[in-house]
C-alpha cells in the first residue's frame, strides 16, 4: 500500500488530541507540527519515541499549546521496533503549560492506555490476548422482547419505530410474525387498505404490493399520485414498487413519478420462496431508511477522516475500540460504547461503569437511542428518570445516569455503527467539540 503524507490544520484537531491518537493507534511515521515561526518534528515507532532534550521544553510547550497551525503525519512501516528506552508520545501533552488546562479535570485520560484496559473491576474485564473483554455477541432474543413489550406497556413515549407503510392488494405475503421480527429492528409496519388513505408524511418507508398487473386496471393515475406524494414530500419518503414488472411503460411512469426501488412479487405465498422474498425487502428497507440518515458529505473534514483511516488501517476491532476510548478519556471520566445490531444494542466495551454488572443488551426502538441514530447528532443531557435513559444504565452496570452525559453518534460512511456514551460523573460537559468531532467518524471500529 502507498504511504501517503497527511496533513491538517491545528485548529481542528489539537496537538494534545493528535499525540493521544498517536500513542493509544501505536502509529509509526513522522510527525511535523508547524506553529507560526516554531517547528516541531518526530519520529514515531509504534507510538514511542526517543526522550526530548530538557533543554527543548520551553520550545515544546510553545508548540503545544498553540490553537494555530498545521501538522503532517507521514506513515511509517508498523514492523519496525519501538526504540529502547523511548517514551510514549503522550508524554509530551504533559509539557502543556498547566495554565493552558487548569481549568480541566483531570480526567481518566492522564493514564496510559494500559491502565484503561487493564483489569480494574470498574473498567474492561480483562482476557489474555487483547486485555479487552467483548461481551457475549449472542443475545438472548425473548427477555428483549419481553423488555420491548413491557415498555410499551408502561411507558410507550419512550419508543420511536421507523414507520414502515404497507399497501397490499393480497395480505397473505404480509403475514404471520414478520410484524413482530420487524419490531426487533426497530421498524413499526403499518397496514392501508387503499392509495389515498396513507400518510406518507408520517413514514420513513412506503411499500406498494400489488401481485397482479390486473388489479391497477383503472386506477393507476391514484397509484402514481402516491409515488409521487411520497418522492414529493419533504424529507422525501422511498418507495419500494412490488409487482409484475412486464410491462416497460407502466415501468417508465413509475420511475417518473419517483419510485426508489421496483422489485418482482413472491413466486408463492409461502417456503423458501417466500422468506428469500422477505429478506429481500428488509436489506432494501433497511438500506433506504441508511439514505436517509446520510449526512451531507460537505460536512466532515476529509483530512482528519484520512488520519484515522491510516492510523487505524489493518487493526483488529479490539485495537479500534482502545483507540476509540483512550481518546474518549482525553475528555471523559467513564465511557463505554453501545454497539448498534439489527435487532438490538449491545454494550461493548469502555471504562469507568461497572459493565460487568451490567445487563449488556436492550431492544431496538428505544426513543433516546434511535434518535441519535436518526439525526447523527451528539445528545450532551438527558432525564435519568426516562424508561431509555434507565435501560442504558442498566447497560453499563449503575442505577442512574447522570443528566449531564454525553450520546456521540459512531458513524461509518452512511452507517451509524454505534454509540459513545460517557459522563464527567456530573460535572458540565463543556468543550466537547473535539471528541464529538472525531468520534462521530469513527463507526468503522464496530463493523
Known amino acids: 500500500m502507498m504511504q501517503r503524507k497527511l496533513s491538517g490544520s491545528l485548529s481542528h ?34 507510538g514511542m519515541m526517543e526522550p526530548p532534550d530538557p533543554s527543548e521544553t520551553t520550545r515544546i510547550r510553545s508548540i503545544l499549546s498553540s490553537g494555530e497551525g498545521q501538522f503532517r503525519f507521514e506513515p511509517g512501516n508498523p514492523a519496525q521496533e519501538a526504540p529502547p528506552g523511548g517514551v510514549s ?18 480526567f481518566a485520560s492522564d493514564r496510559p492506555v494500559e491502565d484503561l484496559l487493564g483489569g480494574s473491576a470498574e473498567t474492561f474485564e480483562v482476557v489474555e490476548e487483547t486485555k479487552i473483554h467483548l461481551l457475549p455477541e449472542d443475545a438472548p432474543q425473548n427477555p428483549l422482547d419481553d423488555l420491548l413489550s413491557e415498555l410499551e406497556a408502561t411507558a410507550p413515549e419512550e419508543l420511536l419505530f421507523a ?48 401481485h397482479l398487473s390486473v388489479l391497477r386496471s383503472g386506477s393507476e393515475e391514484a397509484w402514481l399520485a402516491l409515488v409521487s406524494r411520497a418522492a414529493g414530500s419533504a424529507p422525501p419518503v422511498p418507495s419500494i414498487w412490488i409487482g409484475p414488472l ?51 458529505a460537505g460536512q466532515t473534514r476529509l483530512v482528519e477522516g484520512e488520519l484515522l483511516d491510516v492510523l487505524l488501517h489493518g487493526q483488529e476491532s ?32 469502555g471504562f469507568g461503569y461497572p459493565l460487568s454488572r451490567g445487563q449488556a443488551a436492550a431492544p431496538r426502538g428505544i426513543g433516546v ?15 435519568p428518570e426516562s424508561a431509555g435513559a434507565q435501560q442504558i444504565a442498566k447497560m453499563l452496570g449503575i442505577e442512574k445516569l447522570v443528566r449531564e452525559s454525553v450520546l456521540i453518534p459512531l458513524c461509518a ?10 459522563d464527567r460523573r456530573g ?9 464529538t468531532t472525531l468520534a462521530a467518524r469513527m463507526g468503522g471500529v464496530l463493523m
Open 318 to 349: 479490539v485495537r479500534g475500540l482502545s483507540v476509540l476510548l483512550q481518546l474518549a478519556a482525553g475528555a471523559l471520566q467513564r465511557a463505554a460504547v453501545i454497539g448498534i445490531e439489527e435487532t438490538a444494542v449491545r454494550c461493548r466495551a
Open 369 to 383: 437511542i434511535e434518535r441519535v441514530l436518526r439525526s447523527r447528532a451528539p445528545v450532551l443531557s438527558l432525564d
Open 427 to 435: 460535572a458540565s460537559l463543556e468543550s466537547l467539540e473535539e471528541l
Open 13 to 46: 484537531l489539537n496537538p494534545r488530541t493528535l499525540l493521544r491518537l498517536l500513542s493509544a493507534a501505536e502509529a509509526s511515521g513522522v510527525l511535523t507540527i508547524q506553529t507560526g515561526g516554531e517547528a516541531m518534528r518526530l519520529e514515531i515507532v509504534r
Open 89 to 106: 508520545v503522550l508524554s509530551l501533552a504533559g509539557a502543556t503549560p498547566l495554565g493552558e488546562i487548569s481549568d480541566r479535570p483531570q
Open 246 to 296: 412486464g410491462d416497460p411503460a407502466w415501468v417508465h411512469r413509475m420511475i417518473s413519478a419517483g419510485v426508489m426501488f421496483l422489485m418482482p412479487p413472491p413466486q408463492s405465498d409461502g417456503g423458501e420462496s417466500l422468506r428469500r422474498f422477505h429478506d429481500a425487502v428488509e436489506a432494501v428497507i433497511a438500506r433506504q431508511l441508511t439514505m436517509r440518515m446520510h449526512l451531507d
Open 413 to 422: 460512511g452512511p452507517s451509524v455503527t454505534g454509540i459513545l456514551v460517557g
Open 163 to 210: 414507520q414502515i407503510g404497507l399497501v397490499a392488494t393480497d395480505p397473505r405475503f404480509w403475514g404471520g410474525s414478520l410484524a413482530r421480527t420487524w419490531r426487533r429492528r426497530g421498524w413499526e409496519l403499518r397496514s392501508f387498505e387503499s392509495p389515498s388513505e396513507v400518510p406518507v408524511n408520517e413514514l420513513d418507508v412506503l411499500i406498494v404490493h400489488q
